[in-house]
């Protein structure tokens, strides 16, 4: 079962303001979005919709869903000044409609296998042929280190054992300036499991991008080892 923060509790998560999830991830995506030039996009688990309330071109057709009612409402208020096509059902998304499916940052908090493939299944569904899919996770391999904006229980509590699929662990998200915080859990899969499951739904990887952690003043951050994945198919 997914954590109550993503169903009930979201506004807890986004109201933190540093977080790498914005300084990292964000641009890199739009830079993505800004390449591929989609007509029509959807941030599939959109949350509060922050992400493309930074995208500047008005001539992609948007349109986001997520499971949680809560995150919904605050992403409606976030993207007021935009144009968006709100969906609060999967099976509501029409097929091969998307050039550009966005799945940033759910991956991990999904808790089974058969859960992953359900949802896989439907990205595939509603991604036009030739379309891409833009997936992020927190890094795999690495979750037993600390970063500039969270660490796991992996670092402090609990032993990190890579391979063991599906295991349940602790997120602590903290906001270094003004240090704020929230923690949630999520669900470890290998970087093989996570890949492979994908591309057995037949999707063709194209590329993977690991990328740094980011150096906020004189705050801690993570020099050797990267936060988060980015994996891009077709």
């Not at 940052?105 to 439907?122: A, G, N, Q």
Request: a positive charge; one cysteine or more; glycine letters at 2%.
């Amino acid at each position: 079962m997914l954590d109550k923060v993503w169903i009930s509790e979201p506004e807890c998560y986004y109201k933190i303001e540093i977080e790498s999830r914005k300084l990292i991830l964000f641009p890199k995506i739009l830079d993505l979005i800004k390449l591929y030039k989609p007509k029509r996009l959807i941030d599939y688990g959109c949350g509060d919709g922050s992400l493309l309330k930074s995208l500047d071109n008005t001539n992609i057709q948007l349109s986001v869903y997520d499971i949680s009612k809560q995150a919904l409402k605050l992403a409606k208020e976030n993207l007021k000044n935009h144009e968006i096509v709100y969906y609060n059902a999967s099976k509501k998304i029409p097929s091969k409609s998307f050039d550009c499916v966005i799945f940033s940052l759910v991956l991990m908090t999904i808790p089974s296998r058969r859960t992953i493939i359900k949802t896989l299944k439907e990205l595939r569904r509603i991604k036009k042929k030739n379309g891409k899919l833009i997936i992020t996770i927190t890094h795999p391999c690495f979750r037993q280190y600390p970063y500039s904006t969270f660490f796991t229980e992996y670092y402090r509590d609990k032993k990190f054992n890579y391979f063991l699929d599906g295991d349940k662990f602790k997120v602590f998200i903290r906001d270094p300036i003004v240090n704020t915080h929230v923690s949630f859990y999520d669900y470890h899969w290998t970087l093989s499991t996570s890949i492979n499951l994908i591309l057995k739904n037949g999707l063709l990887l194209q590329e993977i991008i690991e990328l740094p952690d980011f150096k906020t003043g004189n705050f801690f951050y993570n020099q050797k080892y990267p936060p988060y994945l980015l994996l891009i198919f077709q």
